[in-house]
């Protein structure tokens, strides 16, 4: 199999008409992959995708063909996948406000040029999920962007297409999660389009790398609120004295494994399974 692309976790194969896509078990913040691997994490997000995959197959068509047809040596971590012409746009729906969403409302009582009623506090719940897109860098840091500049570049129907069905899983998502105990305050999406135009979900989706995750009994607006996701190593490396440049900071042994076993326990809230 040829290595077509290695990003900050993943690694994508050709294997004839089809994509391998493997999770490997390293963290990235602020766009810097760190020294230090999570072990078993690659094996979550996996097992997690496949899972929301198969709970949301009715809101949107994905991109798996399966989980189990993988080389060995990846097996509990690759996906089977679709080739697909990937959209230039990081799909975001946000329905608490939160991390760079709250720094938005923060200073201009806006999110992606979506207004939000006044007076909210961090960890607020919004009145209706907002779709707060951005640009997908291929390096540096993603830009916001508003629906009208969406359109821009990749046409109205499309656009229209990419909004609803953020919002759709999101709201899906956040449902099947709150019966489990579990919030979900926002989420990136990535979609692709098949030869015939239809759209399809891609990469991975709700999982503890893509999105932040909250404990219902636990939340409170107001103040930030304990996560069950990627936040918690990238709240120890903002207090760092760190220029967010590679090489990033080692994580330590007791934070390692506190992140374990956080993605752990969201699987098992969610999915039910150890």
Known sequence: MELVHSGKVRELYADGDDLIMVASDRVSVYDVVLPTPIP?????????????????????????????DVPAEWA???????????LPVECIARGYLAGLGLTSYRETGTISGVPLPPGLAEGSRLPEPVFTPTTKAASGHDEPLTYDE??????????????????????????????RGIVIA????????????????????LTPDSSRFWLASEWQPGRPQRSLDKQFVRDWSAGLDWDRR?????????????????????????????
């Not at 994490?41 to 995708?49: A, E």
């Not at 509990?76 to 990937?86: D, N, T, V, Y």
């Not at 926002?186 to 989706?205: Q, R």
């Not at 900071?249 to 150890?274: C, F, N, S």
């Open 76 to 86: 509990g971590r690759a996906i089977r996948c679709r080739r697909l012409e990937m």
């Open 150 to 179: 969406v359109v821009e570049v990749v046409g109205g129907p499309v656009a229209a297409e990419l909004r609803r069905a953020t919002l759709e899983v999101y709201r899906r998502g956040a449902e099947l999660a709150a019966a």
């Open 186 to 205: 926002d989420t990136k999406l990535e979609f692709g389009l098949l030869p015939d135009g239809t759209l399809v979900l891609a990469d991975e989706v």
């Open 246 to 274: 590679p090489p990033g900071p080692a994580i330590p042994d007791d934070l390692v494994a506190a992140t374990q076993a956080r993605y752990q326990e969201l699987y098992a809230r969610l999915t039910g399974g150890e």
């Open 40 to 68: 078993g994490k690659g094996r979550v997000l996996t097992q997690l995708s496949l899972w929301w995959f198969g709970q949301l197959g009715s809101v949107v068509p994905n991109h798996v063909i399966s989980g189990t």
